[in-house]
């Protein structure tokens, strides 16, 4: 099966701040990498779609890169909206694994 | 609009059978492959299973490998995950959840969640 590692597991930021979110793979999976960003009681939310793709309806400040094992999720000015758990999942292969989840939160 | 709606969740004791529905609307069912992806307690997200829009190719994770099935009936446009010989640590709220149009690029849409406690 293939790993994805997070990090960091939690940080706190402040609103305007730039955040990165890291997820490797513990083999390449090409770009097949998304990013969901979930709330407390809530449904995980697509933000980014292979790799690198924004879904419909996401705001631009959300971005992400990568290709092969090592990617990132960028949020360019955090917003009070924003604050939640972000995780990867690749789709190159099942089992469809997730990483760990970073929670974002409020300094 | 897509709509999943998910139900079936409940109190099972271990060694225990449910099956779970979820509903779906807003789209031609058929046409894309469907996931269940459960969230215990807590914890992170966990895929579970897969589903092909035929139907005709499943997919598990190992921990669910041989005790769960996945079945989906286009005629109802309804999506279920049949789980057997339940245990403590399946205890988890359960999402449906439907692909994008291109396979392998995330789910787009999510239901609400299906919260299945397996305990004595």
């Known amino acids: 099966d293939i790993h994805l590692t997070q990090s960091p597991s939690s940080l706190s930021a402040s609103v305007g701040d730039r955040v990165t979110i890291s997820c490797r793979a513990s083999?390449?999976?090409?770009?097949?990498l998304n990013w969901y960003q979930q709330k407390p009681g809530k449904a995980p939310n697509l933000l980014i779609y292979?790799?690198?793709s924004l879904q419909t309806g996401v705001p631009s400040r959300f971005s992400g890169s990568g290709s092969g094992t090592d990617f990132t999720l960028t949020i360019s000015s955090l917003q009070p909206e924003d604050f939640a758990t972000y995780y990867c999942?690749?789709?190159?292969?099942?089992?469809?694994?997730f990483g760990g989840g970073t929670k974002v939160e409020i300094k | 609009e897509v709509q999943l709606l998910e139900s079936g969740g409940g109190l099972v004791q271990p060694g225990g059978s449910l099956r779970l529905s979820c509903a779906a609307s807003?789209?031609?069912?058929?046409?894309?492959?469907m996931s269940w992806v459960r969230q215990a307690p807590g914890k992170g997200l966990e895929w579970v299973s897969a589903i092909s829009g035929s139907g005709g190719s499943t997919y598990y994770a190992d921990s669910v490998k041989g005790r769960f099935a996945i079945s989906r009936d286009h005629s109802k446009n309804t999506l279920y995950l049949q789980m057997n010989s339940l245990r403590a640590e399946d205890t988890a709220v359960y999402y449906c959840?439907?692909?994008?149009?291109?396979?392998?690029?995330?789910?787009?849409?999510w239901g609400q969640g299906a919260l299945v406690t397996v305990s004595s």
């Open positions: 292979a790799a690198s």
């Open positions: 959840a439907k692909d994008r149009e291109v396979p392998g690029t995330g789910f787009d849409h």
């Open positions: 999942q690749q789709s190159y292969i099942t089992p469809f694994t």
């Open positions: 807003g789209f031609t069912f058929r046409s894309y492959a």
């Open positions: 083999q390449s999976i090409d770009s097949f």
